[in-house]
């Protein structure tokens, strides 16, 4: 009896089919309905409307091409993305937009580690800010606005809340803001590790004002920070160095709180409680640059500023000059 079964090729086939159903329906969609297996983090708020058009665009534009969104439960990726992501992250995401591919870097956590104004001028023409991207430019979403009825539509599809009011102003939004949202959303549900805490405020930079130290902070400020705060620190993105509008007198800020600010970013800059741009913006370099490297940025930082302080003259010309991106 038991080696008919094998002779019988249609109706084995028929039987390990049935099998195997059982098996997926009791394995599979059986818990995908229990309601544990859909956690939700406590700080997790549904899409607003101007940041679903914008995870509309991104599905669209085909990001999920080149950029993951999750951040895998390993040490390399945590010390480079932040914390590692959460099934209950998810929760509003339908369809999640996980990718599997890294083009371009992880960008769960990428919410609140740049100003809006970094990510305009990225969008705009990514090589202008990091040279080597092959990032495609995507400028032409200033132009686009959006359609508030088919966002509205959306919205009711996906069962999200929002007010008629929050409709209403999608009418004066274009695709670039939406997009712009929604990255600054990301990750917004789970602690940053980052903060001024364990930093020592009253350190003192062991470099001082070495000329040595000044000339490796420059090519260390060049590789990474010219970038938001201009080729001579006369600031873009970020804040001028040389100025006094932001930064204040000449010697503002203790050397632990610039190493603190440069480490931890614009929540550091928020724990000590220094005035700032409202969406922050300032990325924490702690990871990347080694706290030799920071010492030496800040005895670069300091530079400029007594160099300004000297030359009151040259103020007036450097800030004309600031017009532009650098
Ligand atoms: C052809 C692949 C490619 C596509 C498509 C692409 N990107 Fe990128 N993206 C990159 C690469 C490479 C980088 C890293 C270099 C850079 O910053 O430009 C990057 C960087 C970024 C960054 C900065 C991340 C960081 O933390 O440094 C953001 C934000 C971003 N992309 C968003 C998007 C969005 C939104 C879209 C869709 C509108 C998109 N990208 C489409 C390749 C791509
Ligand atoms: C992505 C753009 C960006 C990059 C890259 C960047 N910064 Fe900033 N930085 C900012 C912004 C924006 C602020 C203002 C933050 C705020 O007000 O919270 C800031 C603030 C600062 C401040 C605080 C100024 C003050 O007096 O409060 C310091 C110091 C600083 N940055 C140093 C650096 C250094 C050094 C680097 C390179 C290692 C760097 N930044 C790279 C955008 C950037």
Redesign the pocket.
């Known amino acids: 009896m038991a080696g008919k079964i094998y002779s019988r090729p249609i109706l084995f086939t028929l039987m390990v089919t049935a099998a195997v159903l059982a098996g997926s329906i009791v394995m599979m969609a059986y818990p995908m309905l229990r309601p544990d297996m859909h956690p939700k983090l406590e700080k997790l708020r549904p899409f607003t409307p101007l940041q679903l058009a914008g995870r509309d665009?991104?599905q669209r534009?085909?990001?999920v091409?080149?950029?993951t969104q999750t951040v895998r439960p390993l040490r390399t990726e945590v010390m480079r993305y932040g914390d590692y992501s959460k099934a209950g992250e998810f929760f509003y995401d339908r369809p999640f937009l996980w990718g599997s591919k890294r083009?371009?870097?992880d960008?769960a956590r990428?919410g609140g580690?740049?100003p809006d104004s970094w990510?305009a001028a990225?969008?705009e023409n990514?090589?202008a800010?990091?040279p080597?991207?092959?990032?495609?430019p995507?400028g032409w979403l200033k132009k686009e606005k959006l359609d508030p009825v088919s966002v509205k539509a959306h919205m009711d599809g996906l069962g999200m809340p929002y007010t008629p009011q929050q409709i209403a102003e999608l009418a004066s939004k274009t695709e670039m803001d939406a997009?712009i949202a929604y990255?600054q959303q990301l990750g917004h549900a789970v602690e940053k590790p980052r903060s001024a805490g364990g930093l020592d405020l009253a350190a003192v930079n062991p470099f001082s004002s070495s000329p040595q130290a000044i000339a490796a902070g420059a090519a260390i400020y060049i590789a990474n920070c010219a970038v938001c705060h201009g080729n001579e620190a006369h600031g873009g993105i970020g804040p001028s160095f040389v100025d006094k509008k932001f930064l204040g007198e000449p010697g503002y800020g203790t050397d632990g709180e610039y190493f603190a600010i440069i480490s931890a970013g614009s929540d550091a800059k928020k724990a000590i409680g220094r005035p700032g741009l409202p969406d922050g913006g300032m990325e924490a370099f702690g990871t990347q640059i080694p706290p030799d490297g920071i010492w030496r940025l800040v005895s670069f930082i300091r530079a400029q500023q007594h160099h300004e302080a000297t030359e009151p003259a040259g103020v007036e010309k450097r800030e004309h000059e600031t017009g532009g991106k650098h």
Not at 132 to 136: E, G, H, L
């Open positions: 665009i991104y534009e085909g990001c091409n080149c950029h083009t371009g870097p960008l990428e580690k740049r990510h990225h969008f990514a090589q800010i990091v080597r991207s092959n990032m495609p995507y997009l990255v």
